[in-house]
């Protein structure tokens, strides 16, 4: 029995703020997509040079979802050596990507991870999220994560929902943990 369902109305869900949960959100809705066979691609505008334990579980569900990585990793933070021209060259090619996968309607979901802090940080402008949010086909839920969402970015979306910390193990002294936060 085919469990495929089909989306009549797509809507664009935002998850941002400064806790922890944002990717870990849209991730959660990878799996409970799989469970309805939806297609999922996922686009990453920041992660790039570190290994991260989605992309192995992304392997486990490649039948329902993958990812690609655009970004240069990091930007502006930890190690991040590199030019800024090189990161803002890399989220432009995520922008056009997306919108690209986007309007081949292969997709149920798109997931933008890390739209925001790409826009916050200004390697991607207003202009081009809003036409990327302007790709989306009807029959496409859009998801896009990170802090600091644009005002204009929470006004067209549908859903938002605000992480907020309210107590980090950092603050302890203690450091990310493979499984939970990579």
């Given at each position: 029995?085919?469990?495929?369902?089909?989306?009549?109305?797509?809507?664009?869900?935002v998850?941002?703020?400064?806790?922890?949960?944002?990717?870990t959100?849209?991730?959660g809705?990878?799996?409970?997509a799989?469970?309805?066979?939806?297609?999922?691609?996922?686009i990453?505008?920041?992660?790039?040079?570190?290994?991260?334990?989605?992309?192995?579980?992304?392997l486990?569900?490649?039948?329902?979802?993958?990812?690609?990585?655009m970004?240069?990793?990091?930007?502006?933070?930890?190690?991040?050596?590199l030019?800024?021209?090189?990161?803002?060259?890399?989220?432009?090619?995520?922008?056009?990507?997306a919108?690209?996968?986007?309007?081949?309607?292969?997709?149920?979901?798109?997931?933008?991870?890390?739209?925001n802090?790409?826009l916050?940080?200004g390697?991607?402008?207003?202009?081009?999220?809003?036409r990327?949010?302007?790709?989306?086909?009807?029959?496409?839920?859009?998801?896009?994560?990170g802090?600091?969402?644009?005002?204009?970015?929470?006004?067209?979306?549908?859903?938002?929902?605000?992480?907020?910390?309210i107590?980090?193990?950092?603050?302890?002294?203690?450091f990310?943990?493979?499984g939970?936060?990579?």
């Open positions: 029995m085919d469990k495929k369902i089909k989306i009549k109305n797509g809507l664009i869900l998850y941002t703020g400064n806790g922890k949960g944002k990717t959100a849209a991730l809705t990878v799996v409970r799989a469970g309805y066979h939806l297609q999922t691609k996922m990453q505008f920041i992660k790039g040079s570190w290994y991260y334990g989605e992309k192995d579980g992304a486990l569900l490649s039948d329902y979802f993958s990812i690609e990585q970004g240069k990793g990091f930007y502006k933070i930890i190690d991040d050596d030019p800024e021209e090189e990161h803002k060259k890399a989220a432009a090619k995520a922008i056009e990507r919108i690209e996968i986007l309007q081949s309607e292969k997709y149920d979901i798109v997931i933008l991870d890390e739209i802090v790409a916050d940080t390697l991607v402008q207003i202009e081009d999220v809003v990327v949010m302007d790709a989306k086909p009807k029959t496409c839920h859009l998801i896009m994560t802090r600091n969402a644009h005002p204009d970015v929470i006004e067209r979306a549908d859903l938002v929902t605000e992480m907020r910390e107590k980090h193990p950092f603050q302890k002294g203690h990310a943990q493979k939970i936060d990579f």
